[in-house]
Structure formats: structure tokens, C-alpha cells
């Protein structure tokens, strides 16, 4: 059987620190995989592209994934596919979940995380959040990230007014009306954007910020400028894929630019922040993987507690 497992169902199951630990597990063990993940994205003869992620896998988990997106930027929502759990042992179709979903919490929670570990310490909790984008994916960001520091307060800025009021509302927070007066009052900035052109160069910052930007997931995109990007302790989550298709990419950066990936800074391999770093940046593309670390904690849960609905697909 096969458990089919919406989007409601989903959020019934999903809990942030049981993922965020997932991630966490998942950064320090997928380079032991033997098997590289491909992502594969092209354009559409309509307003959209198709995206396939596969094979999602990590050393431990006997489970693989493998994720189907279309992305049509003027819809709502935006990114619309399904991801298939099979087991590792005979292929059987474990589960088949909404994509847009796990996608967003991965996506989210690996950048809290991302954030968390290149930010400066706070103990106190006096820092400002900024967000730029205030859809979905800045949603899971900043629930993630304030479930692994505190926050004194919260500035956002949205091209859609009201959305902005919406997020301000629902964070405690406040609206601000452009990206650069995000970045002047805040210390930790997310990004989550369509943008194809800079929203941020390095004359709006101001040493010792940290910026994670979202939006640079594929060709054409991007959030930061390249003097921002070449002038930061970069950390991504994949060098070859950041240079092909994520923010090295839109800069014009070589893989090398990268300081570190986050897998690297989680396992001690290379350093993270210093007292004498400047500003940071993470910048992710999103990898196999994270679906399949978000996926199998879905499905296990789901199936602990019945939610779900069991489909004979071969029947």
C-alpha cells in the first residue's frame, strides 16, 4: 500500500525541531553517500519549468526519494508537485507526498539552521529580523529560525503591501517599504524573492550582518549583488551547484568563491564565523537529500499515528 499524504496531512505530522534535527544529521552525513543527486530543471512552452530532483538519498535510511516540481511563478501557489518515497529494498511506492509542502519545510528549516550557525551570537536576543519576501517560504524561515534564537523584533518589506502587513502581523513585527531599509535596520536579513535583478548590494550593509538569500534556486535569479556576495564569508550547501544554477551562479562567482559549504561548517571540516567576520552570507540551492531527511520523519510519523490515506495503486 501506498500512504498518500496532502498537504493537511502533512502539517498534522510535521514538527519543527524533529526536522530541524533531521537537517542537522543530514548535513553532517551526506557526503558518506555514495550516489550523487541530480537536479534537473527545464523550460516550459508555458509561463512555468519542470524540476526533478533525484535520487534523494542518505547513508542510514533505507528509503530514497524522488521529487517532481512545476514552477509557475504567477500562480498561486507558485510550485506544485509530488514527491515518491520508495524503499530502498524492493522500490515498493512507501508514500506519495505534496511537494510544495516538504519543500518548504526543508527549503525553510535548512536555512533557519544555515542562519542560526552563521550569525553572529546573541545571547540576549537584542538582534532585529528582516525579511524581504513575505510568502510561504518566509513563513517556515522565520518560525525555524526563532526556535533556535530570539529576536528583539522584526521588520519586513513585500512588493505586495498587504502581504507585508499580513506577515508583520502574524510575527510581531513591523513593515518597512524597501529591501535597503530592511537591511539598515536589521541584523540577521532572510530573502525570499523572485527577484532576477540585486535587491541588495554591498553599500546597503554594514559589518557584522548576515544575510541568507532563497530566491537565487535557479538560472536568472538573484537577491545579492556580486560585491556583496564576493565581499562575505559565503557559505552554500552544494559549490557546484551553487556556481551552475544558485547565487555564484547570477554573481559570476566560481565554485571556489564559496568559503564553505554547511555540511562543512556543521561537521568541523572549515570554520564558520569569527569575532573579525565582516558580514555573512548563506546562500543554498536546495539538495535531494533534504527531501528525503523531511520525507521519511513525515512518513514515519504518519504512519505511527494513521494519518494519511493508504492507496493500492498496483490494485
Known amino acids: 500500500m501506498t500512504r498518500l499524504l496532502t498537504s493537511s496531512d502533512l502539517l498534522a505530522v510535521l514538527e519543527p525541531d524533529a526536522c530541524l534535527e533531521a537537517l542537522r544529521d543530514g548535513f553532517r552525513r551526506a557526503g558518506a553517500s555514495t550516489v550523487a543527486g541530480r537536479r534537473i530543471r527545464t523550460d516550459l512552452p508555458f509561463p512555468g519549468t519542470a524540476t526533478a530532483l533525484m535520487p534523494g538519498l542518505l547513508p542510514g535510511i533505507d528509503a530514497y526519494t524522488v521529487k517532481v516540481n512545476a514552477k509557475f ?4 501557489p507558485a510550485l506544485r508537485g509530488v514527491i515518491c518515497l520508495h524503499s530502498g529494498r524492493d522500490g515498493e511506492l512507501l508514500a506519495l507526498l505534496d511537494s510544495a509542502t516538504v519543500t518548504a519545510w526543508r527549503t525553510g528549516l535548512a536555512a533557519a539552521l544555515g542562519t542560526h550557525v552563521l550569525a553572529a551570537p546573541d545571547p540576549a536576543g537584542e538582534a532585529v529580523l528582516g525579511v524581504v519576501g513575505a510568502g510561504a517560504q518566509a513563513e517556515i524561515v522565520v518560525r525555524g ?4 534564537r530570539a529576536f528583539r523584533d522584526l521588520v519586513v518589506h513585500d512588493t505586495a503591501p498587504e502581504r507585508a502587513a499580513g506577515f508583520a502581523g502574524r510575527h510581531r513585527g513591523r513593515v518597512v517599504g524597501s529591501a535597503a531599509e530592511v537591511a539598515a535596520a536589521a541584523d540577521v536579513v532572510l530573502l525570499a524573492t523572485w527577484s532576477r535583478t540585486p535587491l541588495l548590494s ?3 550593509t554594514r559589518p557584522g550582518q ?3 538569500t532563497l530566491g537565487a534556486d535557479e538560472p536568472g535569479k538573484q ?3 556580486a560585491d556583496l556576495l564576493g565581499s562575505a564569508l559565503l557559505v552554500v550547501d552544494d559549490r557546484e551547484l551553487a556556481a551552475t544554477t544558485g547565487a555564484l551562479a547570477a554573481a559570476g562567482l566560481p565554485p571556489d568563491a564559496a568559503h564553505a559549504t554547511l555540511g562543512e561548517l556543521l561537521d568541523g571540516t572549515r570554520p564558520g564565523r569569527v569575532p573579525d567576520t565582516a558580514r555573512s552570507v548563506y546562500a543554498p540551492v536546495g539538495l535531494p537529500w533534504q527531501d528525503l531527511a523531511v520525507a521519511w520523519v513525515a512518513y514515519r510519523q504518519a504512519e505511527r499515528l494513521g494519518v494519511g490515506t493508504p492507496v493500492d495503486l498496483l490494485g
Open 73 to 76: 511563478p504567477g500562480a498561486r
Open 145 to 148: 529560525v526563532r526556535s533556535l
Open 202 to 204: 554591498l553599500a546597503d
Open 210 to 212: 548576515h544575510f541568507t
Open 223 to 225: 537577491e545579492l549583488s
